[in-house]
């Protein structure tokens, strides 16, 4: 601990971003830096606390409090506020495969649980760790590490989100050859064609890939396991397979109307639009909010996403619509520290929104009826219902309709963003891969084992859609199960 009184000297400063008005004409990324001496100054704040909730990447009633890749982040504080970067960034790659990916979209449970922010305000740790590996990206401190010997074993990453990179990586790293199989055009899985551009930049996944390739990963892109490669062909060519296809099966809508044209699922919505601008012109997307009233179903991190691009891609109106009720804008008593807080926040599109349209775009305890049509099948709005929430002695939460509040909203771009059911089926089913009652992947945290002998699973596919920090912590500890069935022992970390 570097300045035993930082915490008290200095205040927290938050993560400096475009200006709204500026950056909705793009989709660059939002985010701006802070100096080398700001981030000292930051750095200085961490009180070296000894009980480091902060890296503690536990469940407190279900929500993650503190990092889950448990990221050494006193020591890389610390660091920092020396100047020591190279160092800090050899502490960050220790736990952390992707901290450039983490350091732009991870929601920081670390933050949550920072000891600072019990009686004031947090050390501002996503920060730091995007600029630690960015500055080693810079000064050309991370390259390619390609292991000393090979194994001559041969795994299969199906799947190349954050879960199955990291898996790849780590497996390579171990000296085994290495094939990461993805049905897309591009490998990356959500970081590529669901978070959006403006929260994490498209060459940042691509640099990482290349450094992989570098590494001797292969990458074969175009090919869905169990569609275009029989599934039962994968174990006779590998020694071991790593499925980490996430949990990408939409949530409907099943409601009157739902056959109308003008209504879609979210992430085809968002992956048009990055796929679109990856080839060089968004505004050729099939789905496209130019000129239209959106309408956007689901307060959640993708509806939000939606709001964000509607808004770059030039839409008329917004409105998202929740069911739920909006959380308390202080910890309720029931959400103590260390827990991740649930309070109302206003998200990168709310603000860009808000600052459009001059309003939050969210409505919240509404409930959509129906979907209206005109004469040629096209939506032209929702019913909608107002709701409120009571808890059932059984301890469920039920709405219940509120009369007189029915009302109708006019929109021609219906987005929904409700939710995932888990991962979808084709090679599941064709494999015969067993899955638990949340129709998951069956396969243990800790073992990561399959129904199938050398199978394992990683990532949103085992543990449902969940956060890209997540997804690397799975990836990493399922590749030391996977080294351990291949070589009867494991070093990795
Ligand atoms: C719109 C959106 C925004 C999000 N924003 C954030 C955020 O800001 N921060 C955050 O932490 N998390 C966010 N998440 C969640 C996060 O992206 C996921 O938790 C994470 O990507 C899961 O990683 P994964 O590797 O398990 O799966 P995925 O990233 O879903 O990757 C799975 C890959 O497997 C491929 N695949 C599936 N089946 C096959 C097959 N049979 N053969 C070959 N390939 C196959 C898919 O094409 C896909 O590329 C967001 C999710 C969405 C949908
Ligand atoms: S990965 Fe997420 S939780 Fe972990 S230190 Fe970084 S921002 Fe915090």
Redesign the pocket.
Known sequence: MGKITGFLDFARQETPERELEVRIADFGEIYRSLSSEELSTQGSRCMDCSVPYCQSGILLHGMTSG???H?L?PEWNDLVYRGAWKDALNRLFST?NF?EF??RV?P????GSCTAGLHGDAVT??QI?REIVERGFREGWVQPRPPKYRTGKQVAVVGSGPAGLAAAAQLNSAGHWVTVFERADRPGGLLTYGIPNMKLDKDVVARRVKLMEAEGVRFVCHIEIGVDYAVDGLKPDFDAVVLSIGANKPRDLDLEGRELAGIHFAMDFLRENTRHLLSGDFRRTSISAQEKHVIVIGGGDTGTDCVATALRQGCRGLVQLEVLEANPSERPSDNPWPEYPQVYKVDYGQAEARNRFGQDPRAHTVATKRFIGNNSGMVVGVDTIGVSWKTLANGQRQAIEIPGTEATISGDLVLLALGYLGPEDPLLDRWGVQRNSSSNIQAPYGSFATSIDGVFAAGDARRGQSLV?WAINEGRACARECDRYLMGSTDLP
């Open positions: 990092c889950p890749t990221n982040i952390n901290p983490t350091g991870c920081a449970p670390c933050e740790i996503k760790e920090v």
